[in-house]
């Protein structure tokens, strides 16, 4: 797996998957709300930590520097 996204694209993704876990906390993890904010944290979290978006390599879009594509 070639990491595609920059170190802010990665610092962004996580305050994201942060932010939709606290929501989803106020909001109540038992309703369609809450559990569509978890699966946003989720994937957000995963690709933050993994550094590649699926996404991203569909469409060929890279904000690592260094990278063009």
Request: aromatic share 2%; proline share 3%.
């Amino acid at each position: 797996m070639m990491r595609n996204e920059g170190n802010i694209d990665r610092i962004v993704r996580g305050v994201v998957a942060v932010v939709a876990a606290v929501i989803a906390i106020a909001v109540g993890p038992g309703n369609v709300g809450g559990i569509v904010l978890w699966v946003v944290a989720a994937i957000m979290a995963v690709t933050a930590i993994s550094g590649m978006c699926p996404i991203y390599r569909l469409l060929g879009i890279s904000t690592r520097s260094g990278q063009q594509h």
